[in-house]
């Protein structure tokens, strides 16, 4: 069975810092393109940041561009989001997903996806 699992959330305060990871079971997470997304009470579920297969392209949400980094760890099979300097409005629920290839800016999408974690919850708070 193909799963993603994420980790690392919580409660933090306002410019605090968080390091959210990705790992899968069943398969490995080398080939694809990973995303991450996030879905506060009330609202759509929006991409926060996607990364290639090569770790080549990129790409982030203009609200965390500057503030979060995508990363590829190939040696754990992980892939990890830093989100430094925090805001209150990045509380959601955070997921990671995988599809087998870049497209661009449509990987910014959720429909793009095929497999998905079951999320992590980042609270952001004084």
């Known amino acids: 069975q193909l799963q993603l699992v994420e980790s690392g959330g919580g409660l933090v305060q306002p410019g605090g810092s968080l390091r959210l990871s990705c790992a899968a079971s069943?398969?490995?997470?080398?080939?694809?393109?990973i995303g991450w997304f996030r879905q506060a009470p009330g609202k759509e579920r929006e991409g926060v940041s996607c990364?290639?297969?090569?770790?080549?392209?990129?790409n982030y949400a203009d609200s965390v561009r500057g503030r979060f980094t995508i990363s590829k760890d190939n040696s754990k099979h992980t892939v990890n989001l830093q989100m430094d300097d925090l805001r209150p409005d990045d509380t959601a629920v955070y997921f990671c997903?995988?599809?087998?290839?870049?497209?661009?800016?449509?990987?910014?999408?959720?429909?793009?996806?095929?497999?998905w974690g079951q999320g992590t919850q980042v609270t952001v708070s004084s």
């Open positions: 997903a995988a599809a087998r290839a870049w497209g661009g800016a449509q990987t910014h999408q959720a429909a793009w996806y095929t497999y």
């Open positions: 069943g398969f490995t997470l080398d080939y694809y393109a």
């Open positions: 990364i290639s297969s090569s770790s080549g392209s990129t």
